[in-house]
């Protein structure tokens, strides 16, 4: 069992930065291929940056490539999303999440991933 706790969220113009984490407790961190998700008001929950156990492979989806960074620290039992460029759309609820498939891949379905946090709100305004 993983436990996720997001961090960071909040309000920001339009072409700011946020930096949101996310702290894992329980079983061994490092086990377990990590992901960011996001879901805004009447969507669905949607991928938005996966990484590998130990960082050595990460995936973006199209439209926050180039804007933001996924990396972890295994020492600390952290996962960190830099969200720098940010847009209105990037408004949502961001979602830490926790796979048990392969910790050596990087997976961008929900239904691959089978530990979530609570979610951390960030709103761009324009």
């Known amino acids: 069992q993983v436990q996720l706790v997001e961090s960071g969220g909040g309000l920001v113009q339009a072409g700011g930065s946020l930096r949101l984490s996310c702290a894992a407790s329980?079983?061994?961190?490092?086990?377990?291929?990590m992901g960011w998700f996001r879901q805004a008001p009447g969507k669905e929950r949607d991928f938005v940056a996966g990484?590998?156990?130990?960082?050595?492979?990460?995936r973006f989806h199209d439209s926050v490539s180039g804007r933001f960074t996924i990396s972890r620290n295994t020492a600390k039992n952290t996962v960190s999303l830099q969200m720098d460029s940010l847009k209105p759309e990037d408004t949502a609820v961001y979602y830490c999440?926790?796979?048990?498939?392969?910790?050596?891949?990087?997976?961008?379905?929900?239904?691959?991933?089978?530990?979530w946090g609570q979610g951390t709100q960030v709103t761009v305004s324009s």
């Open positions: 329980g079983r061994t961190f490092r086990g377990y291929s």
């Open positions: 990484i590998s156990w130990n960082g050595g492979a990460a």
């Open positions: 999440a926790a796979s048990k498939l392969s910790p050596i891949g990087v997976y961008t379905s929900s239904l691959e991933y089978d530990y």
